[in-house]
């Protein structure tokens, strides 16, 4: 049997109800209502109230429960059965329409929009997706021999496209073939949460350290073997224990070893007994070691990868004026020592690890449908999804269809080789460095790979440099002439293709050509081919990988621009240039070959006119390409593997020179410019948990400072610099500050889309033309000089040329030169890339140098665990096979431990982790400022559990901190935030949540305060993240708009919240209900203010005025779409007129010198973080529920225009600015101090997280510690 929700007839199928729908004139009265709701108001009140007595009715019913019920929706027969079609993902129902009730005043209260947010676990899945059927070769027939034929030609493959179903945001997936096996990124919440105050399913915790980290429980080992090489598991965890995340044994490191270790219920003294360290390290060693074979299990679980192989290294030395019979005649330089893993052993490790099972082998195209009128958009989120990978793996099966012809039965798959090298300082003191190449796999996401704690990056060699005695076994070999430095810079080049010729080995290249058959971790035989796609470094290795010449005539390596024409970004001649890409030719090679014999044969000198002549026109060098020799018969072109960089070419390149450059505009300009600008930084408040970081006192000076504190200059840039130069001058400024901004948020997306990567591609013409017109128009009406940082590092250049022997350069070394914007970089020049780029390869955080960065902790890490000695990488390289060897154990017991569980427990549901709250002593030093009654101390803290993702949000429900009501307005009823309503305002908000005033009971006239409200929200990309609102530091949030869409077109509003409370109500003597809710002063939008992506300029904010009733308020923290990063506008001054003398400012000053002051005008930072970008975007994927308010909001450049150039007004004509001599040896002695890379820039924020520099949210248990600061402050 089955009702008709709406008129409760009652019918024999749901078929039946469904028909009945149509023509149901209960259905048709709640649609005409929801298209009419000036009638809505009517019906509110009595229906909550209905609705609420039925809920006081009902608690009887529940305990005597139908038994039949849930049998009476059943259909009798198959046929009467309602076979439910999937949901459409694009249809979107019409907005819940509230109508607020009217109040005692008859005053009509402003509510925001309802919002609910969309879970980011929706699949899109392969309707009907069989199990893979089993390949079985036929076995062959037995028959009387005869006569070979020849084979039949196998016929040519041609895709099958295989579309999945939509999944709720509208998203599907076209598969070139049916996959063996779908990976849904989608399917597992846990896997979609990036903030550390969200709970995830983990495995039950256990008394070891071990337990905390990998959900171990010792207790379980009933077999020894399950720890080897190991004797037992007490050894085991103290092993474990020793190679943890820290080298510094500090206090909470102690505490591990004694509560998690020694204390441990399962830990066995005896099992120490005898004990020595080196015998269990060597017991590791053994295990690992190639060449040991005393155990059938170590063989097959530690040995896959075959350990670290030391070799040497031979390249032939030149000379001048000294000939040979053939460059092996030559005199040869031995390297020893390069440290080094093999690449088939390194993959075939990698594929039967676990992390394996949810790799992507076949590659797809990902699309979004946002409406049904709209066409579907393209959507590039990882390589896997990428063209490069999807054209690759169609060329590989065409190629390969002839072995499938053949009775091939293994699937046919492609490993994604991605390649990051550096060199990295291993100590503050000294000059030790060691430079690592790592390797990760494009196969696995990049949300996984992107966290040092998933160890997905494979290190795979440690590459030596030329030796200290270099001069002497030259001078030696060639009669005591020493070698010329462009001798030495042909050695280092040299150097490194000769490693790379030892990585590339048979091996490898057989697994290149016809693949490596291997069963993977999911438990699918495939044939596996491994293909190189990135190669991530900074700009002078990516010149020594690609055998060009540094900042020579053309400068990028992966096209043939000339240096000269490098500023012309952004134009259509630019565009042509770029066209004449690099390409590994048999022309290029012969040209190489040509001058090698003139330098080793003949004598002649590295730049001698003869090799000139031949190689300078394409700035090519006189080495042989190791990519180029083994991979050119296959096709494969290298110049395309090196990605740009978009930490080193925009944060500490394009960005960091405008920057630098503005700091010589504002000392030019004279006045007090400089202070005000570091004062107005200062003044800038933090966001998040490491997404604005609080600025250094003087940020013009760029001390220490980081990629990641250049990227928060430049968020903050545009209030901070308004108003410092003359209003043209300002214009042109805030003009070009929006733009950098707005492409650096574009570039950075985490998920594209063909508009967001025509908005790049727009934004990029733009800001070529606009920082063309700053350099020709406003850079002229200042003097700009050098400034005292840069005239000190141009004197440490001078010394260190000299101790060189290079010639001096002219002029004195105090004195200050001049110094223009220099448009002529390869930095400028690789902006043009990123469009492409990203179509190739998926975003530019998936390939970012970043990584690379965050893995050198690891080597820095084993270097305070060497003897410092001269071989310190061997050593370094035998402590990263350990910890691979721990980890590897860890994993091996939890998967036994796991499967004994089912066998012997059954499964188990996951236990949320929980982690306890830290606990924050009273700080010594007194707080400058009396803390107001209505807000949590600092000092005190306050239990807030990880919250689950699938809720909106959580504030704790603790009731230690009691406000009562009477009490409070009395002791500040001379306060404009406690009018004398208060009572009523919250009763009134309370009437919008239960029913009408009159009949609640606030019990015993007191709230309860909290300290934080953490609200989680779906991003973008559809992750699931948090963030942290508390009244201290974090306190403006951003709702729905309150005012109808025919008051605003801004679909926002802003509040500041002054406390975060719940409490108990009571309805008509019924059952009580916990309520929580914000009291906020309410921010209003500028509409006289033109802002936006047409205008380019920020939202501006003000407060409401303390006489409008709608200045303060409460608000349901369900209505909150998250956390606002509001900035003031600090060139429209302070005003007290707003609100006079108040409580409502106590918990945040604007500044310590006007504490009764507000700022006229704030500015909303749509720059703050990506999710934040695309809010205002208003075509963020993951933003389903907000995109029917934000839609108007969308740039110009969403319409997909067909002639940029014409739409930003981009002049053809003059597209590029003159290359002055000037510039050009500015540019010579000034970019390869750009891309040295300096300790400071080689930091990494402490915490173990990837993505964490820009878009972490605050984690749980550090809300109290910032205020601390802010009190100093």
């Given at each position: 049997?089955?009702?008709?929700?709406?008129?409760?007839?009652?019918?024999?199928?749901?078929?039946?109800?469904?028909?009945?729908?149509?023509?149901?004139?209960s259905?048709?009265?709640?649609?005409?209502?929801?298209?009419?709701?000036?009638?809505?108001?009517?019906?509110?009140v009595?229906?909550?109230?209905?609705?609420?007595?039925?809920?006081?009715?009902?608690?009887?019913?529940?305990?005597?429960?139908?038994?039949?019920?849930?049998?009476?929706?059943v259909?009798?027969?198959?046929?009467?059965?309602?076979?439910?079609?999937?949901?459409?993902?694009?249809?979107?129902?019409?907005?819940?329409?509230?109508?607020?009730?009217?109040?005692?005043?008859?005053?009509?209260?402003?509510?925001?929009?309802?919002?609910?947010?969309?879970?980011?676990?929706s699949?899109?899945?392969?309707p009907?997706?069989?199990a893979?059927?089993?390949?079985i070769?036929p076995?062959?027939?037995?028959?009387?021999?005869?006569?070979?034929?020849?084979?039949?030609?196998?016929?040519s493959?041609?895709?099958?496209?295989?579309?999945?179903?939509p999944?709720?945001?509208?998203?599907?997936?076209?598969?070139?073939?049916?996959?063996?096996?779908?990976?849904?990124?989608?399917?597992?919440?846990?896997?979609?949460?990036?903030a550390?105050?969200?709970a995830?399913?983990?495995?039950?915790?256990?008394?070891?350290?071990?337990?905390?980290a990998?959900?171990?429980?010792?207790?379980?080992?009933?077999?020894?073997?399950?720890?080897?090489?190991?004797?037992?598991?007490?050894?085991?965890c103290?092993?474990?224990?020793?190679?943890?995340?820290?080298?510094?044994?500090?206090?909470?490191?102690?505490?591990?070893?004694?509560?998690?270790?020694?204390?441990?219920?399962?830990?066995?003294?005896?099992?120490?007994?005898?004990?020595?360290?080196?015998r269990?390290?060597?017991?590791?060693?053994e295990?690992?070691?190639?060449?040991?074979?005393?155990?059938?299990?170590?063989?097959?679980?530690?040995?896959?990868?075959?350990?670290?192989?030391?070799?040497t290294?031979?390249?032939?030395?030149?000379c001048?004026?000294?000939q040979?019979?053939?460059?092996?005649?030559?005199?040869?330089?031995?390297?020893?020592?390069?440290?080094?893993?093999?690449?088939?052993?390194?993959?075939?490790?990698?594929?039967?690890?676990?992390?394996?099972?949810?790799?992507?082998?076949?590659?797809?195209?990902?699309?979004?449908?946002?409406?049904?009128?709209?066409?579907?958009?393209?959507?590039?989120?990882?390589?896997?999804?990428?063209?490069?990978?999807y054209?690759?793996?169609?060329?590989?099966?065409k190629?390969?269809?002839?072995?499938?012809?053949?009775?091939?039965?293994?699937?046919?798959?492609?490993?994604?080789?991605?390649?990051?090298?550096?060199?990295?300082q291993?100590?503050?003191?000294?000059?030790?460095?060691?430079?690592?190449?790592?390797?990760?796999?494009?196969?696995?996401?990049?949300?996984?790979?992107?966290?040092?704690?998933?160890?997905?990056?494979?290190?795979?060699?440690?590459?030596?440099?030329?030796?200290?005695?270099?001069?002497?076994?030259?001078?030696?070999?060639?009669n005591?002439?020493?070698?010329?430095?462009?001798?030495?810079?042909?050695?280092?080049?040299?150097?490194?293709?000769?490693?790379?010729?030892?990585?590339?080995?048979?091996?490898?290249?057989?697994?290149?050509?016809?693949?490596?058959?291997?069963?993977?971790?999911?438990?699918?035989?495939?044939?596996?081919f491994?293909?190189?796609?990135?190669?991530?470094?900074?700009y002078?290795?990516?010149?020594?990988?690609?055998?060009?010449?540094y900042?020579?005539?053309?400068?990028?390596?992966?096209?043939?621009?000339?240096?000269?024409?490098?500023?012309?970004l952004?134009?259509?001649?630019?565009?042509?240039?770029?066209?004449?890409?690099?390409?590994?030719?048999?022309?290029?090679?012969?040209?190489?070959?040509?001058?090698?014999?003139?330098?080793?044969?003949?004598?002649?000198?590295?730049?001698?006119t003869?090799?000139?002549?031949?190689?300078?026109?394409?700035?090519?060098?006189?080495?042989?390409?190791?990519?180029?020799?083994?991979?050119?018969?296959?096709?494969?072109?290298?110049?395309?593997?090196?990605?740009?960089d978009?930490?080193?070419?925009?944060?500490?390149?394009?960005?960091?020179?405008?920057?630098?450059?503005?700091?010589?505009?504002?000392?030019?300009a004279?006045?007090?410019?400089?202070?005000?600008?570091?004062?107005?930084?200062?003044?800038?408040a933090?966001?998040?948990?490491?997404?604005?970081?609080?600025?250094?006192?003087?940020?013009?000076?760029?001390?220490?400072?980081a990629?990641?504190?250049?990227?928060?200059?430049?968020?903050?840039?545009?209030?901070?610099?308004?108003?410092?130069?003359?209003?043209?001058?300002?214009?042109?400024?805030?003009?070009?500050l929006?733009?950098?901004?707005?492409?650096?948020?574009?570039?950075?997306?985490?998920?594209?889309?063909?508009?967001?990567?025509?908005?790049?591609?727009?934004?990029?013409?733009?800001?070529g033309?606009?920082?063309?017109?700053?350099?020709?128009?406003?850079?002229?009406?200042?003097?700009?000089?050098?400034?005292?940082?840069?005239?000190?590092?141009?004197?440490?250049?001078?010394?260190?040329?000299?101790?060189?022997?290079?010639?001096?350069?002219t002029?004195?070394?105090?004195?200050?030169?001049?110094?223009?914007l220099?448009?002529?970089?390869?930095?400028?020049?690789?902006?043009?890339?990123?469009?492409?780029?990203?179509?190739?390869?998926?975003?530019?955080?998936?390939?970012?140098?970043?990584?690379?960065?965050?893995?050198?902790?690891?080597?820095k890490?084993?270097?305070?665990?060497?003897?410092?000695?001269?071989?310190f990488?061997?050593?370094?390289?035998?402590?990263?096979?350990?910890?691979?060897?721990?980890?590897?154990?860890?994993?091996?017991v939890?998967?036994?431990?796991?499967?004994?569980?089912?066998?012997?427990?059954?499964?188990?549901?996951?236990?949320?982790?929980?982690?306890?709250?830290?606990?924050?002593?009273?700080?010594?030093?007194k707080?400058?400022?009396?803390?107001?009654?209505?807000?949590v101390?600092?000092?005190?803290?306050?239990?807030?559990?990880?919250?689950?993702?699938s809720?909106?949000?959580?504030?704790?429900?603790s009731?230690?901190?009691?406000?009562?009501?009477?009490e409070?307005?009395?002791?500040?009823?001379?306060?404009?935030?406690?009018?004398?309503?208060?009572?009523?305002?919250?009763?009134?908000?309370?009437?919008?949540?239960?029913?009408?005033?009159?009949?609640?009971?606030?019990?015993?006239?007191?709230?309860?305060?909290?300290?934080?409200?953490?609200?989680?929200?779906?991003?973008?990309?559809?992750?699931?993240?948090?963030?942290?609102?508390n009244?201290?530091?974090?306190?403006?949030?951003?709702?729905?708009?309150?005012?109808?869409?025919?008051d605003?077109?801004?679909?926002?509003?802003?509040?500041?919240?002054?406390?975060?409370?719940?409490?108990?109500?009571?309805?008509?003597?019924?059952?009580?209900?916990?309520?929580?809710?914000?009291?906020?002063?309410?921010?209003?939008?500028?509409?006289?203010?033109?802002?936006?992506?047409?205008?380019?300029?920020?939202?501006?904010?003000?407060?409401?005025?303390?006489?409008?009733?709608?200045a303060?308020?409460?608000?349901d923290p369900?209505?909150?779409?998250r956390?606002?990063?509001?900035?003031?506008?600090?060139?429209?001054g302070?005003?007290?007129?707003?609100?006079?003398?108040?409580?409502?400012?106590?918990?945040?000053?604007?500044?310590?010198d006007?504490?009764?002051?507000?700022w006229?005008?704030?500015?909303?930072?749509?720059?703050?973080?990506?999710?934040?970008?695309?809010?205002?975007?208003?075509?963020?994927?993951?933003?389903?529920?907000?995109?029917?308010?934000?839609?108007?909001?969308?740039?110009a450049?969403?319409?997909?225009?067909?002639?940029?150039d014409?739409?930003?007004?981009?002049?053809?004509?003059?597209?590029?600015?003159?290359?002055?001599?000037?510039?050009?040896?500015?540019?010579?002695?000034?970019?390869?101090?750009?891309?040295?890379?300096?300790?400071?820039?080689?930091?990494?924020?402490?915490?173990?997280?990837?993505?964490?520099?820009?878009?972490?949210?605050?984690p749980?248990?550090?809300?109290?510690?910032?205020?601390?600061?802010?009190?100093d402050?």
């Open positions: 049997m089955a009702i008709c929700d709406a008129c409760e007839q009652t019918f024999s199928t749901k078929h039946a109800v469904r028909i009945h729908r149509i023509t149901c004139a259905v048709l009265a709640d649609w005409e209502l929801v298209c009419n709701p000036q009638d809505l108001d009517q019906r509110t009595s229906s909550k109230r209905a609705r609420l007595d039925d809920e006081l009715n009902k608690e009887k019913e529940l305990t005597e429960p139908n038994q039949d019920a849930e049998w009476e929706d259909p009798a027969t198959y046929e009467d059965a309602d076979v439910m079609s999937p949901p459409s993902p694009i249809s979107q129902a019409p907005p819940n329409i509230f109508v607020p009730p009217p109040t005692r005043s008859g005053r009509v209260c402003k509510y925001p929009k309802k919002n609910v947010d969309f879970l980011p676990n699949s899109t899945r392969i009907h997706m069989p893979p059927v089993p390949r070769r076995a062959p027939k037995r028959v009387a021999p005869r006569e070979p034929t020849p084979e039949p030609a196998a016929p493959f041609e895709p099958t496209v295989v579309v999945t179903l999944n709720e945001f509208g998203m599907y997936r076209e598969y070139p073939t049916f996959p063996e096996r779908e990976i849904d990124d989608f399917e597992e919440l846990d896997n979609l949460c990036n550390p105050g969200l995830t399913s983990l495995p039950k915790e256990s008394g070891s350290r071990l337990a905390k990998m959900g171990i429980s010792i207790d379980a080992a009933l077999a020894s073997n399950r720890f080897a090489p190991f004797l037992n598991a007490t050894v085991f103290l092993m474990h224990w020793f190679y943890g995340n820290s080298n510094l044994k500090s206090v909470q490191e102690l505490d591990h070893l004694v509560k998690n270790v020694l204390l441990a219920e399962d830990f066995r003294v005896e099992h120490l007994k005898d004990f020595s360290a080196q269990e390290l060597a017991r590791m060693d295990a690992t070691s190639s060449e040991s074979h005393s155990s059938s299990h170590s063989q097959t679980e530690f040995q896959r990868d075959q350990g670290w192989i030391n070799s290294v031979k390249i032939s030395l030149p001048e004026q000294h040979h019979a053939s460059e092996d005649a030559a005199p040869v330089l031995e390297v020893p020592n390069v440290y080094h893993r093999s690449l088939v052993g390194t993959i075939k490790a990698a594929l039967q690890d676990e992390s394996a099972e949810l790799w992507h082998f076949t590659p797809h195209r990902l699309f979004w449908k946002p409406s049904p009128s709209s066409s579907p958009e393209r959507i590039v989120t990882k390589i896997y999804n990428s063209d490069a990978f054209n690759e793996y169609i060329n590989l099966r190629q390969q269809n002839q072995q499938v012809h053949l009775g091939d039965a293994h699937e046919i798959a492609i490993v994604a080789l991605m390649l990051w090298s550096d060199s990295t291993l100590a503050n003191f000294g000059n030790a460095s060691l430079w690592p190449l790592y390797l990760l796999f494009g196969n696995q996401s990049k949300y996984v790979r992107a966290h040092p704690s998933s160890f997905s990056a494979h290190h795979i060699a440690y590459l030596p440099t030329l030796p200290k005695m270099l001069q002497d076994i030259y001078m030696k070999a060639y005591g002439l020493t070698a010329t430095a462009a001798t030495i810079t042909h050695l280092k080049r040299e150097l490194m293709h000769a490693i790379w010729l030892i990585l590339l080995d048979e091996e490898f290249m057989e697994a290149y050509e016809h693949g490596i058959i291997i069963k993977c971790a999911d438990g699918i035989t495939r044939r596996v491994p293909r190189f796609f990135t190669y991530s470094a900074d002078p290795e990516k010149v020594l990988l690609a055998t060009i010449r900042l020579a005539k053309c400068v990028c390596p992966r096209c043939l621009i000339q240096k000269r024409w490098v500023s012309g952004g134009t259509h001649v630019d565009g042509q240039r770029r066209s004449h890409i690099r390409l590994d030719t048999q022309q290029r090679r012969d040209r190489i070959e040509i001058t090698r014999k003139w330098i080793y044969v003949h004598g002649r000198g590295v730049k001698s003869r090799v000139e002549d031949i190689l300078q026109d394409t700035s090519a060098v006189p080495t042989r390409n190791a990519f180029s020799i083994r991979l050119s018969k296959f096709g494969f072109n290298y110049h395309s593997m090196f990605v740009p978009f930490l080193h070419e925009f944060e500490l390149g394009v960005w960091k020179s405008f920057f630098t450059h503005m700091m010589r505009i504002l000392v030019a004279g006045g007090n410019c400089i202070q005000r600008l570091n004062w107005r930084y200062c003044k800038v933090t966001f998040g948990r490491n997404t604005i970081r609080r600025f250094h006192r003087n940020a013009s000076d760029m001390t220490k400072l990629a990641r504190d250049f990227e928060d200059l430049l968020q903050c840039s545009i209030p901070v610099f308004e108003g410092l130069l003359p209003p043209a001058h300002d214009k042109v400024l805030q003009d070009i929006f733009t950098l901004c707005e492409w650096h948020a574009l570039a950075k997306l985490r998920m594209h889309t063909d508009s967001t990567l025509t908005g790049l591609e727009a934004t990029t013409r733009r800001l033309k606009e920082l063309r017109s700053f350099v020709s128009k406003i850079c002229p009406q200042y003097s700009t000089k050098e400034l005292p940082k840069e005239t000190a590092a141009r004197a440490r250049r001078a010394a260190n040329n000299a101790k060189k022997g290079k010639p001096a350069a002029g004195s070394l105090d004195a200050k030169t001049s110094k223009m220099n448009l002529f970089t390869y930095k400028l020049h690789s902006l043009g890339d990123y469009v492409k780029t990203i179509w190739l390869f998926g975003p530019t955080e998936g390939y970012s140098t970043q990584r690379g960065k965050l893995e050198h902790r690891r080597v890490r084993f270097f305070v665990r060497t003897n410092k000695g001269c071989k990488e061997h050593q370094i390289s035998r402590h990263e096979h350990r910890e691979h060897l721990l980890r590897s154990i860890a994993a091996r939890l998967k036994l431990e796991e499967k004994e569980s089912r066998e012997n427990l059954g499964a188990k549901e996951p236990q949320s982790s929980a982690r306890s709250s830290k606990k924050h002593s009273r700080p010594s030093k707080i400058s400022y009396v803390k107001p009654p209505h807000i101390a600092t000092f005190e803290s306050e239990s807030l559990p990880p919250l689950s993702p809720e909106h949000h959580q504030m704790s429900t009731k230690r901190y009691k406000l009562y009501i009477y409070f307005m009395n002791n500040y009823c001379d306060d404009a935030a406690v009018t004398e309503d208060f009572v009523s305002r919250l009763e009134d908000h309370f009437l919008a949540r239960v029913l009408e005033r009159a009949q609640i009971n606030i019990l015993g006239d007191r709230i309860y305060m909290h300290k934080v409200l953490r609200v989680n929200y779906t991003t973008y990309d559809i992750r699931r993240e948090q963030d942290s609102i009244p201290r530091n974090h306190c403006n949030i951003m709702t729905l708009s309150r005012d109808s869409e025919a605003t077109d801004h679909p926002y509003s802003y509040a500041r919240v002054l406390g975060v409370f719940d409490a108990d109500v009571q309805y008509n003597g019924g059952k009580t209900q916990r309520l929580e809710f914000l009291w906020v002063r309410w921010f209003e939008v500028d509409h006289r203010f033109r802002a936006g992506w047409a205008a380019r300029r920020l939202d501006r904010l003000k407060f409401i005025h303390s006489d409008s009733p709608d303060f308020g409460f608000l369900s209505d909150v779409l956390a606002s990063h509001i900035i003031p506008s600090f060139n429209s302070m005003t007290d007129s707003l609100l006079p003398p108040s409580i409502a400012r106590r918990a945040y000053w604007e500044d310590d006007y504490p009764d002051h507000d006229n005008f704030y500015y909303v930072n749509r720059f703050v973080d990506r999710d934040m970008f695309v809010r205002y975007l208003g075509y963020g994927i993951g933003h389903k529920s907000t995109n029917h308010y934000t839609q108007h909001m969308r740039p450049y969403f319409g997909l225009y067909t002639n940029l014409e739409e930003l007004g981009i002049d053809e004509a003059h597209p590029d600015l003159p290359l002055t001599a000037e510039q050009e040896a500015e540019m010579e002695a000034s970019e390869p101090e750009d891309d040295i890379e300096s300790e400071e820039e080689d930091e990494e924020d402490a915490n173990d997280n990837g993505f964490v520099g820009e878009d972490g949210e605050e749980w248990d550090i809300d109290d510690t910032e205020a601390v600061g802010f009190a402050f």
